[in-house]
């Protein structure tokens, strides 16, 4: 007996979803300050927070909405840029309004999946590289005195690529009129959640 295109689409969405849940704990992740402690700890890190995690997993969702070459230019943009602000939060470079930054994020990658935005390319690229910057600069801070940074730096932005893959893994199910729907959907879910984590930095 052959598996629809659509059922195997949506076992794949389902298997993603329950990994993140898996994965993820209710704390914000840049407010562990001080925990972060090589690769292993700098791969967790980034699960670790709901603000991190759908503002990555977005701009998987983002990219497949957006299609080729959007689909491989802004999971690269990000964590490249993200690097860059992983660099200056290590030499203690401050960002103004970093944890105001990765709220906004979310809410704004958020209402991009909702209303399947098409800006240019360039601007959606800018878009997320700012958006990296701040998350880098987050996940930067995070290095305890006397650790390595390359090796924590080097797990958070393998673990960013991760999310990033299952936002387009979620993506894929775009396809189908009914999963470009619930991706909609998804994308005002995590617009809210964005809008809560701005004003709880705002606050």
């Given at each position: 007996?052959?598996?629809?295109?659509?059922?195997?689409?949506?076992?794949?969405?389902?298997?993603?979803?329950?990994?993140?849940?898996?994965?993820?704990?209710?704390?914000?992740?840049?407010?562990?300050?001080g925990a972060a402690?090589?690769?292993?700890?700098?791969?967790?890190?980034?699960?670790?927070?709901?603000?991190?995690?759908?503002?990555?997993?977005?701009?998987?969702?983002?990219?497949?909405?957006?299609?080729?070459?959007?689909?491989?230019?802004?999971?690269?943009?990000?964590?490249?840029?993200?690097?860059?602000?992983?660099?200056?939060?290590?030499?203690?470079?401050?960002?103004?309004?970093?944890?105001?930054?990765?709220?906004?994020?979310?809410?704004?990658?958020?209402?991009?999946?909702?209303?399947?935005?098409?800006?240019?390319?360039?601007v959606a690229v800018?878009?997320?590289?700012?958006?990296?910057?701040?998350?880098?600069?987050?996940?930067?801070?995070?290095?305890?005195?006397?650790?390595?940074?390359?090796?924590?730096?080097?797990?958070?932005?393998?673990?960013?690529?991760?999310?990033?893959?299952?936002?387009?893994?979620?993506?894929?199910?775009?396809?189908?009129?009914?999963?470009?729907?619930?991706?909609?959907?998804?994308?005002?879910?995590?617009?809210?959640?964005?809008?809560?984590?701005?004003?709880?930095?705002?606050?």
């Amino acid at each position: 007996m052959k598996t629809s295109s659509s059922s195997i689409g949506w076992r794949v969405t389902a298997t993603v979803i329950v990994t993140i849940l898996f994965f993820t704990s209710p704390a914000e992740a840049h407010i562990q300050r001080g925990a972060a402690a090589g690769f292993t700890t700098g791969f967790c890190h980034p699960w670790s927070g709901w603000d991190h995690i759908l503002a990555m997993v977005a701009v998987g969702v983002w990219g497949v909405q957006l299609g080729p070459p959007a689909i491989w230019l802004l999971p690269v943009t990000f964590p490249v840029i993200m690097s860059l602000g992983g660099f200056l939060g290590l030499i203690g470079c401050p960002l103004p309004g970093t944890e105001v930054g990765i709220g906004f994020s979310a809410l704004s990658l958020g209402l991009m999946v909702a209303s399947e935005a098409r800006p240019p390319l360039w601007v959606a690229v800018f878009m997320v590289g700012i958006f990296g910057l701040y998350h880098g600069h987050a996940h930067g801070t995070e290095l305890p005195p006397n650790e390595s940074g390359l090796t924590y730096s080097i797990g958070f932005v393998v673990a960013t690529g991760c999310l990033h893959g299952v936002g387009i893994t979620l993506g894929l199910v775009h396809r189908w009129k009914a999963g470009a729907i619930a991706l909609r959907v998804a994308g005002v879910v995590i617009a809210l959640a964005g809008a809560c984590f701005t004003w709880k930095a705002i606050a």
